[in-house]
């Protein structure tokens, strides 16, 4: 692996840290509230503007055709910025590298480019209330209407990220209950004001409405909206799925910059020898995903593959998170009960923290990532599954 930037890629990163350090709002409010989701659509505009929103993205959709390295190395001078977690994550980091891969030309078309300035902003809508990580025990459905040339989606999702403020959505139905579990699942699109779709908030541990239910009576959605082949919806579903766990969603940078922000508050505060280990830990966890990230880059740009690779970059971000959180409101202490104006941070360790303890559950459970571990890398015996009679 090697750390030496081109001359090209140097004077890349110098222009994002400027145009960051002049442009990044900062903290915004909650995207999870109304007036926040409105902030942060406003600074997708921003970024969309000047072409900083979807940087790897060809330049006539608004990107700058950028490397996979030039991607990662402004994600670290956006996060090392300061600038508020993107309210288009779910269309940009998600669906969009599948609509790449999978996407019909008229789907490329209609989606792509008001995912760049927030204009579209899109849920992922995977699990439901008996189904969890477990994809494949999806019930909802969906049959076919020939008559419309088309599909009525039934059933309800669950947790899903963005609902109450996005404007569509896209999850998996069953297209055939006869298939085997794996089998027979499609993968649609859909508008959320569709005529049969009732949104229905959930309110998060910090009292947010940041995840939604959505319950599907009766929805018609034509072929055109159909991502890959029907009945394909699996394999479409798993190349999100790798997309989410591994290199796109969890930037090494936003766990840097956190780290960064864990050793001026210990500054601050002189902390004592305990939490001076947790701050050590926490910089030495954080460096090392970057270095193993970097790795990653190489092998991609490569030829190479995150394969299910991609569940262990998942535990490993999910543990950092919580522990250096940990660590913060260890410095804290009775601070850490303070939220909002005249709080440490406005009370924005504790709102990460709480945060932090999803990152176990989303994005798969790390019960299921242990689980892939377990039997793709380390060839270790299936686990049995209690459902099967002996």
Same mark, same amino acid.
């Given at each position: ?9 140097? =004077? ?23 007036? /926040? ?25 608004? /990107? @700058? ?61 995977? &699990? ?14 969906? &049959? ?20 109450? *403020?996005?404007?569509? /959505? ?8 006869? =298939? ?69 969603? @969890? ?65 490993? *971000? ?44 989303? =994005? ?17 015996? @299936? ?8």
């Amino acid at each position: 692996m090697s750390m030496k930037f081109t001359a090209d890629e140097s =004077a890349f990163r110098a222009e994002a840290r400027q145009w960051l350090g002049e442009n990044s709002p900062g903290r915004l409010p909650s995207m999870d509230t109304e007036n /926040g989701a409105r902030a942060h659509r406003q600074w997708e505009r921003t970024l969309a503007a000047s072409r900083w929103s979807v940087v790897a993205w060809p330049e006539d959709l608004g /990107g @700058r055709d950028a490397s996979l390295t030039e991607w990662v190395i402004f994600e670290e001078e956006y996060y090392r910025s300061g600038a508020p977690t993107r309210i288009s994550q779910n269309g940009i980091s998600l669906l969009a590298p599948i609509l790449f891969q999978h996407g019909t030309a008229d789907q490329q078309a209609r989606y792509l480019q008001p995912m760049t300035d927030g204009s579209e902003v899109w849920a992922q809508a995977w &699990s439901e209330p008996e189904a969890g990580s477990d994809l494949a025990s999806i019930r909802s459905r969906a &049959s076919r209407d020939d008559e419309r040339g088309g599909w009525i989606l039934s059933g309800q999702k669950t947790w899903s990220s963005r609902a109450p *403020w996005a404007d569509r /959505g896209f999850g998996l139905f069953r297209t055939d209950p006869q =298939a085997e579990r794996h089998r027979g699942l499609t993968y649609f699109l859909f508008p959320l004001d569709a005529e049969g779709v009732t949104v229905r908030p959930i309110g998060q541990l910090d009292g947010d409405a940041g995840f939604g239910e959505i319950f599907f009576d009766d929805v018609f959605v034509s072929d055109d909206d159909v991502l890959g082949a029907p009945g394909d919806g699996w394999r479409v579903a798993m190349s999100t799925a790798g997309n989410e766990r591994g290199l796109s969603l @969890r930037s090494p940078g936003r766990f840097c910059a956190a780290v960064d922000r864990l050793v001026a508050l210990w500054n601050e505060r002189d902390a004592d020898s305990a939490a001076t280990s947790g701050v050590v830990d926490s910089w030495i966890a954080a460096q090392a995903y970057r270095l193993y990230t970097w790795g990653t880059v190489e092998n991609l740009s490569g030829g190479g593959d995150i394969g299910a690779y991609g569940s262990v970059n998942k535990l490993f *971000w999910s543990q950092l998170d919580i522990g250096l959180h940990e660590t913060a409101l260890e410095l804290l202490g009775p601070d850490a009960e303070l939220r909002g104006e005249g709080a440490p941070a406005d009370g924005a360790w504790a709102d990460d923290y709480l945060f932090s303890l999803a990152g176990p559950i989303y =994005a798969g459970t790390n019960e299921i990532q242990r689980n892939i571990v377990a039997e793709r890398i380390l060839g270790l015996p @299936r686990e049995i599954d209690a459902r099967k009679k002996p």
